[in-house]
């Protein structure tokens, strides 16, 4: 069996068309955990609405979405345990396609597949991934962090599924981080598993979604993996350790680009200052394409770039 874990937040506008996905699987051996964390919102309500059994609705008090993820999985009674943001939605054959990535692969710690994402403006897309096979294609990645370091990330909170014990031996999702907390989680894991992977687009991101944390940016905001993965011990794969530097690399940028987009202009500077940015590959992220021509016009007007490479 699959547990289903939704974390549900101020998502009544969502929350009935992530069920219904659900609802609408292939693969039927399913149980939906979700996890109300403090809604102020009908969402609960609407939840309550869906006379499904395989559906358990938890309330709690508001503690963030790790919280309410962590507590999804020590409720799981399957072994695998899929997430499901609830203002994202499932194809119909997502569960089937993990179910079997779990049983061609049964020794890798995540199993995933590719998503479509819906931007702002209603259009869709699919991401950008660098180092996965052209569909159709599964398999074991070669390397989790190049492909998330150079490309979109393969792996995102509602096209996942891990299984149980996994946790057990990783530890939970991070508690008081407001974002990042779940690319912390899959790098977390995938230091010491395979990472399965099908380019079946079996996952819909909804970037236009209300209430989104990611759509707000505070100081204090820095991705935990940058902790995560310097603080690892990863030298036993020289290859694993380079790539992994090349991640931290593109986050550390990244949140850099953040804080100058934000007016956070010695923020950005002092984040790239206190990660000793030249012990990186970070130049090809400066200047790539993701860093975009605003931002590096800003950053020339603010001279946070005087001295850097020096």
């Known amino acids: 069996m699959i547990s289903v874990i939704i974390p549900l937040y101020n998502k009544e506008l969502h929350i009935g068309r992530a069920l219904k996905s659900v609802l609408n699987q292939t693969f039927a051996n399913y149980e939906i955990i979700v996890v109300d964390d403090g809604s102020t919102d009908q969402g609960a ?9 395989r559906i358990q609705l938890i309330s709690q008090i508001n503690m963030g979405v790790s919280a309410a993820r962590n507590r999804g999985i020590e ?4 072994k ?6 609830a203002d994202d939605e499932w194809c119909p054959l997502f569960l089937e396609t993990v179910q079997n990535l779990h049983e061609q692969h049964p020794d890798a710690g995540m199993y995933a597949t590719s998503y479509h994402i819906v931007a702002p403006n209603g259009k869709t897309r699919s991401p950008r991934f660098h180092g996965i096979p052209c569909p159709p294609w599964e398999g074991i990645l070669n390397s989790y962090f190049r492909s998330a370091a150079l490309g979109e ?3 995102s909170a509602s096209s996942v599924c891990i299984p149980s014990e996994v946790f057990t031996k990783v530890g939970k999702f991070l508690i008081g981080k407001r974002m990042g907390e779940d690319l912390e989680m899959w790098g977390r894991i995938a230091m010491r598993y395979n990472v399965a992977f099908s380019t079946r687009c079996q996952a819909i991101y909804y970037q236009n979604a209300t209430n989104r944390a990611c759509s707000q940016f505070y100081e204090n905001d820095i991705h935990p993996f940058i902790t995560t993965g310097l603080a690892s011990d990863y030298n036993r794969d020289l290859h694993m350790r380079n790539d992994i530097f090349l991640y931290i690399s593109k986050l550390i940028v990244e949140n850099a680009r953040q804080y100058v987009l934000a007016g956070k202009y010695a923020t950005g500077r002092n984040l790239l200052k206190y990660y000793k940015v030249t012990s990186f590959p970070c130049r090809r992220f400066l200047w790539g394409s993701r860093f975009n021509l605003i931002t590096k016009r800003i950053w020339e007007i603010k001279q946070l770039m005087v001295n850097l490479f020096c």
């Open 80 to 85: 695998l345990i899929a997430f499901l943001d």
């Open 75 to 78: 409720t799981a009674s399957g």
């Open 153 to 155: 990330p393969p792996v």
């Open 45 to 53: 309500s609407l939840v309550r609405n869906f006379k499904d059994p």
